[in-house]
């Protein structure tokens, strides 16, 4: 088994070592194995948990959502109808911020052309150029 430290971890997940340990103390991780001196060992389980977690953080998941969450996963099988409802409810409201990002991007794009630009042309600061 592959084992991180920390810091590794912290590198492959973009969070902050300090966001990993506050999720570790809130209850958003299993517990994390620990070497002989002390030091945080986290698995390939361990990484993939927390891609899972990062990933509903950045669709906007509340921490007390992702807690709930991580609750029902250890409470096992039985669970998965309450899971499925979660899940199934985040992913309407990441829709929702989609479709309001489109309108967004719509409007932005239709600003951009009023001043003779294209929508994907990207304009740097004369200094730049």
Same mark, same amino acid.
């Given at each position: ?5 920390? &810091? ?34 986290? $698995? ?12 509903? &953080?950045?669709? $906007? ?14 409470? $096992? ?5 309450? &899971?499925? &409802? ?44």
């Amino acid at each position: 088994m592959t084992e991180y430290t920390i &810091r590794q971890v912290a590198d492959k997940t973009g969070l902050s070592m300090h966001t990993i340990r506050w999720y570790e103390r809130i209850g958003l991780l299993d517990e994390i194995e620990r070497s002989t001196d002390g030091r945080r060992r986290f $698995g390939d389980r361990d990484l993939d948990w927390l891609d899972l977690l990062v990933k509903l &953080r950045a669709t $906007g998941m509340p921490v007390a959502q992702m807690q709930r969450y991580t609750e029902l996963v250890r409470a $096992g099988a039985a669970t998965e109808p309450e &899971r499925l &409802r979660l899940l199934a409810a985040h992913r309407e409201r990441v829709l929702a911020d989609l479709a309001t990002q489109r309108e967004c991007l719509a409007l932005l794009d239709y600003k951009i052309m009023t001043y003779g630009g294209t929508p994907r042309e990207r304009h740097r600061p004369k200094e730049d150029q």
